[in-house]
């Protein structure tokens, strides 16, 4: 019996080894195949465009291409699902960000992952000032004529976002909350698409990310009314902050951030942060995000472990929005 039970264990201690070995041996060889990078929302929206742009630089660095796929539903949550359900190797990542990782926690009862314990973070990727702009030939030339429009037309003011959660829901329920109106809100599977029909002239407004906001306030195809800021921003210094434009409750800024599936290995994820920062150091990639208003992080938010505490705080601080807000999703 004590000879079977020493061999048992010899026989285990054996397989754990050779396991060990695998995974060390696994690590080293990844990527073996294409990555795919799961975005939560609509082609051509802010996370989509942040996404493609770091995706094509890290694809240089890990030999492999890095395919993106829309993964939409759910207001950003069915990605995460998805990257639930990955083999956690490091083939299958994930842009999530501050309504999909942060604000989904308090929103959502039903939410089908913890953020902090189902996934394996790699590094913060961007953060990005938030815009309130409505269409062009909205009556509206300033936040202050906004809010005196918006307090007499809330019953029929249609205000797009990218579903329950989003970060262009939960930023504007910020701004609608500290006025006390409630508008139509009018979902969309991303701002992408959200943005096209801002443009068309068929919704008021909208609260988004700059790097959906600034080309088209460049190109003059919106109005952009205030940045939801104590400070205006350098790359549209002729949009006011919601300070100046009379609603200093209305502050707020959003993140980006990239995630693999728990239990990928730390040897491979210790990868793709590598993969990541090196797209992040390019000048070109650092001038395209800057030039769209997104800021690179700073060095302790790249890190894996800073990330997670970031997340953390993160989810803490938009708990007491959402209580006020009154909003849930059953
Ligand atoms: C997008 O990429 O469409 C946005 O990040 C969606 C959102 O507002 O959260």
New binding site residues.
Partial sequence: MKTMTRLAIAGFAALAIAGAGTTAAQAQAFPTKPVTML????AG?????VGRLVGEHMARTLGQPVIIENAVGA??TLAGQRLMSSAPDGHVILIG????HAAAVSLNPNLKYKPLEDFAPVGLVNTNPIFLTVKKTHPSQTLTEFVTWLKANEKTATNA???IG????T?CLLFNTVLGVKPNGVP?????P?MTDLVAGQIDYLC??AV?VAPQERAGTIRTLAVASDERAVFLPNVPTSTEGGVPGFKVA?W?AMFAPKDTPPAVVAKLNQALKAALADAGVKGKLQELGADVPVPALLEPAGLRGFIGAEIEKWAPIIKASGVRIE
């Fill in positions: 975005i939560p929302f609509a929206g802010p996370t989509d465009v207001a950003g960000h501050t309504g999909t976002h990218a579903g989003s970060v262009s829901h930023t969309y599977r991303g701002t992408g959200a988004d990310q959906n959003v980006n």
